[in-house]
């Protein structure tokens, strides 16, 4: 029995044919498939809504009624508590066991991590975040996750106004570059310049569990509204 394989024109029309859909077909798919940092940001807003969630709702760790009978809405309760042998809450100090970090204390003990956590706040002069003016003081836990994204959490006390803020910076790729987060004033140039593909973003804690990203970071917002249908 012949056998007959393909002659070279048949073979050339395949490859012209290939090459037709590869030009006509690549492009929608890059305009459709979100980008690598769009899908951790999104992943690092599920990770933080559900643990919050988790936090707020733990009897044991934030009660509705404190010890003298007073109602709380949630992260506002800052009696100490006991969780792994350690105890978070407590008095409003500076001390790193104050009342005011009762939470991201509680919140980075729950989180898995890669490695040691630094709790030597940065200066002013950092690239990482501007600690506030000197009417305030705060209290931070900075980390790595497993999958390789750097946590940043503040809890920062604004003496003037008495005031607490819970802040969660996250670098969705690390240390790797370009360490930009959209409306952030202390960034160098290059990174206001930037238009997409930010790497960093933050999320504010509010003490009723409710997860907020700053108006100003409109692609992280936009980040966390990726169809799943299109990451999975």
Request: overall charge negative.
């Amino acid at each position: 029995m012949n056998k007959r394989g393909f002659t070279l024109t048949e073979l050339m029309i395949a490859l012209t044919v290939m090459g037709i859909i590869c030009v006509t077909v690549l492009p929608a798919i890059v305009r459709t498939a979100p980008a690598k940092n769009k899908i951790m940001m999104k992943q690092a807003y599920y990770t933080t809504t559900t643990l919050v969630s988790d936090l707020i709702n733990n009897p044991n760790l934030y009660p509705q009624v404190d010890s003298e009978g007073n109602m709380k809405v949630g992260f506002d309760n800052t009696e100490e508590v006991e969780y792994a042998g350690e105890t978070y809450g407590g008095a409003a100090t500076n001390d790193g066991n104050g009342a005011y970090a009762k939470f991201i204390g509680l919140f980075s003990a729950h989180l898995n991590k890669d490695g040691e956590i630094e709790t030597t706040c940065p200066s002013s002069s950092s690239e990482e975040e501007a600690v506030p003016d000197d009417s305030t003081w705060q209290y931070c836990r900075i980390f790595t996750s497993p999958n390789g994204m750097k946590w940043s959490l503040y809890s920062v006390y604004t003496t003037a106004s008495g005031e607490n803020t819970n802040t969660i910076v996250v670098d969705v790729n690390g240390n790797k570059e370009p360490n930009c987060m959209q409306g952030d004033d202390s960034a160098n140039q290059e990174c206001k310049d930037r238009e997409e593909d930010f790497d960093r973003f933050s999320m504010e804690i509010k003490d009723d569990g409710t997860v907020t990203i700053p108006e100003e970071q409109t692609w992280a917002r936009e980040a966390i509204q990726v169809s799943s249908s299109i990451t999975k």
